[in-house]
């Protein structure tokens, strides 16, 4: 079930800690996280460009050029990994913001995680499928 990646970002140590993390990344060493199916053949859209430097509603502000994305009901901080059920192509975001607020919508990815794994740029949404992640202990 866990796929290889297709760019070459990865996950990094930071520096002061032994803990991993995951930043701005769609390439992981799968060993050290567990992949837990959270949905799958849902819409995803991405905010639109008039939301940068907005605040969140975790009280960061908005920057489309991150891998972060805005969830109903999922807790701020949680990482999670969105792949396109056409291309199989995947990306992993932070959630950092409630929405979306249209009705049969599940996730808004910012711009540049919704263009790393869009295969038709011109169209607004994707059908996706989410998988929670969580550090291999």
């Known amino acids: 079930f866990i796929s290889s990646f297709k760019s070459s970002n990865e996950a990094y140590k930071m520096a002061k800690t032994n803990h991993l993390i995951l ?32 605040k969140t509603a975790s009280g960061g502000l908005f920057d489309n050029n991150l891998y972060t994305a805005a969830h109903r009901t999922l807790k701020f901080g949680t990482k999670i990994r969105v792949t396109n059920t056409v291309n ?48 291999f202990k």
């Not at 009705?103 to 499928?129: N, P």
């Open 88 to 135: 199989d192509s995947s990306v992993i975001v932070t959630i950092n913001d409630r929405g979306p607020f249209v009705k049969g919508r599940e996730l808004d990815l910012s711009k540049k995680a919704f263009m790393e794994i869009a295969k038709f740029k011109q169209r607004g949404y994707l059908i996706v499928t989410i998988e929670t992640i969580e550090e």
């Open 23 to 54: 930043k701005d990344t769609t390439k992981v060493d799968s060993s050290l996280f567990i992949f837990t199916p959270y949905k799958e053949n849902v819409h995803a859209s991405y905010y639109h460009d008039k939301f940068n430097g907005r």
